[in-house]
């Protein structure tokens, strides 16, 4: 199981990242987010995140999945990085059953008119079936078509309410919201205020370019405050965990 080397708040030994990064106890909705950038702030290289990452960040990307009830993407992350079924880490199974999680997380993609690869692994092997929150511009032969796979929530005329989403989530026993954006839907999410902690890791490489970062969209009405709550690293890479801050 991934350690990882304390920095913040205090230096100190390894830890446990399961123990580093253990979700709320589920009563209550708790939204992360989990993402990847260079030194330079590239969110992705030639257009896919997995050129970023290495190892450890992987490691950490299946333990965050194997804590959460539900796993949140946008439809064009999907379709970039060849999404397959979410599984769990098999050290973490026991956990889930403790907690009364099901066996894997579920997948839910924030898609506007379903425009997806429903014959992927990702739907037709995934362990637990996937939901797809989409929006009335969904043509119904497309709808039905999508209800084979997945379970199909329309949330939006036009753009999926990310807000209703998450309502909905939650109403269905899966309160510990994991996202993993892309960047639209991350914009998304802090303009309406539903990220309660940002995971971010920096990879150590520079890429210069005009890569995205890891938001895009138009500027939120105000900076949004993160409070830094701790620093870990492995491997070159630093792990960084940022917590909502109200405002003041």
């Given amino acids: 199981m991934l350690t990882l080397r304390q920095i913040h708040p205090a230096p100190g030994a390894d830890v446990p990242a399961v123990d580093a990064y253990a979700r709320p106890d589920g009563r209550a909705r708790h939204v992360s987010v989990n993402m990847v950038s260079s030194i330079d702030g590239a969110a992705t290289l030639e257009g896919r995140v997995g050129t970023l990452t290495g190892p450890a960040d992987q490691e950490l990307l299946h333990l965050l999945r194997s804590l959460c009830d539900v796993l949140l993407v946008g439809a064009a992350t ?49 362990i637990e079936r996937p939901i797809l929150l989409t929006t009335e511009l969904a043509g119904p032969d497309r709808v039905a078509a999508a209800r084979a796979v997945a379970d199909v929530l ?69 900076p949004r405050p993160m409070e830094l709550g701790a620093v870990y ?11 909502r801050s109200p405002r003041e």
């Fill in 233 to 243: 690293e492995r491997d070159g890479f630093l792990f960084t965990r940022w917590l």
């Fill in 78 to 126: 999907i379709r970039a990085e060849g999404y397959g079924p979410i599984r769990t880490v098999r050290e973490l199974e026991d956990r889930r059953r403790e907690l009364g999680q099901a066996p894997s997380p579920r997948l839910a993609v924030v898609t506007r008119t379903l425009d997806l690869d429903l014959g992927s692994a990702a739907f037709t092997a995934a």
């Fill in 154 to 222: 329309v949330v939006g005329e036009r753009s999926v309410d990310l807000g209703a989403a998450l309502d909905l989530l939650t109403s269905q026993g899966l309160p510990r919201i994991l996202s993993e954006g892309g960047p639209r839907v991350l914009s998304e999410l802090f303009r309406t205020e539903l990220v309660d902690e940002l995971c971010l890791a920096i990879s150590p490489v520079v890429v210069a370019g005009a890569e995205p970062r890891i938001t895009s969209g138009p500027s939120l009405p105000a």
